[in-house]
């Protein structure tokens, strides 16, 4: 298997770089250090993708336009021979509630892989439909470790625990029971 370099970022948004000069300002100064990145990761490796999150308030990392800035990345992005771009669609604090996954495909033909809080009626919607090409599930499979099982059976779902998340030990990791011991 090739080595994959992967590169993630939280934002480009305008909270996020409050800076002046060659990476603050336009929205094509805020994307230049993720672009360098791209290049530079696309010239160490065969395999790149990019994980975004357009629309992630974390530390204040608000854009004053997360439309305009995903779709003037998607076109980007589109002639970079990236390997997958990965697109978190919403904002773990609700702070920004809009669409960023239409105009990203509408600019970018390549894989995309959705996530953030999509049922699997939803996600098998949105791949029907051409939206996405795969969904990631990240947080249901921290404490549903049959995750895929249990989306085909319907089955109910286990919540997280979120005081055992990124913390030591097994708790809220290994020890969460599989859907035939629930």
């Known amino acids: 298997m090739a080595p994959t370099a992967t590169c993630s970022t939280p934002s480009c948004g305008t909270a996020a770089t409050g800076a002046r000069g060659p990476y603050g300002g336009p929205v094509a100064n805020r994307a230049r250090l993720l672009l360098e990145v791209l290049e530079a990761a696309r010239a160490e490796s065969p395999l790149v993708g990019l994980r975004i999150s357009p629309l992630n308030g974390y530390n204040a990392m608000v854009d004053s ?29 609700g702070q920004q509630h809009v669409d960023v996954l239409t105009p990203i495909r509408a600019g970018f033909s390549g894989v995309l892989v959705g996530n953030m809080g999509y049922t699997a009626e939803e996600a098998n919607a949105a791949i029907a439909a051409g939206q996405l090409d795969a969904v990631a599930f990240g947080t249901p499979f921290l404490a549903n470790p049959d995750l895929p099982e249990r989306l085909r059976l319907g089955a109910p779902r286990q919540s997280p625990d979120p005081a055992t998340c990124y913390s030591p030990g097994p708790a809220g990791y290994t020890d969460c029971p599989f859907l035939e011991s629930a």
């Open 65 to 93: 336009d997360p439309i305009g800035l995903s779709g003037w990345l998607a076109e980007r992005l589109e002639s970079t021979g990236l390997d997958y771009l990965h697109v978190m669609r919403g904002d773990f604090l």
